[in-house]
């Protein structure tokens, strides 16, 4: 690996080694680690996915009360790294409009670069991983695991979208729809599979939930 990107790694780990809401170093390391898988068929800047794919959550203000801050952080650690002005613009392009919130009611071009750190967030938010992870979010933002009653939301905007839901209705608000949204070929092949994984999940959560043996 090459230097500055073993200086990147040091300091996620520093910064979200104790994220207890599911966006740990451990989900930066799967996220970086999908984002290789994909760059072997795309053209594209290798060094600039890294980076942004390593540095993707650590502003976000699910994992920190004071994003702004965390931001001059990343600044500070790139610029002391190294990396120039372009550079560090470039990495903030990509985490500042890869969210799902940030596309619910307009679709941000990202770069190709984005694309591939997009796709590989959304793949670890996907499959059994996928599962787990949004089960802990859940029990970390206090929300209700499933409730009949309360039906998905549709049509939602950002802030809706933080509102706390149940996390089944978050598996129809979100993560089955990933799937359709992935832009390159390589995630929309692994995205199948993780997809079937959901499915037969909610299908046996519901079955059990009934009452069926
Ligand atoms: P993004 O960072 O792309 O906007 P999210 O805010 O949805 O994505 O957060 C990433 C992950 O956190 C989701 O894939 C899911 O596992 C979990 N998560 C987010 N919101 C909820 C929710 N309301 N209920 C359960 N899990 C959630
Ligand atoms: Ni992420």
Redesign the pocket.
Known sequence: MIRELRRIQDFVKQELGYETS?HDYTHIMRVVSLAQTILKTEPADEQLVLVAAYLHDVS?D?VTTNPAAKRQAIIGKLIEIGYDQPFINQVFDIIDHM???DNLKHHYQLSLEGQIVQDA?RLD?IGAI?IA??FY??GHFG?TMYNPHVMPRTNLDKSEYRK??T?IN?FYE??LKLKDQMNTPTAKKLAEHRQQVMLAFLNEFMDEWNGQA
């Open positions: 599911g976000d699910k969210s799902f919130s967030d938010a996928g992870r949004t979010f859940g929300e706390r839901g996390v978050h979100k993560l």
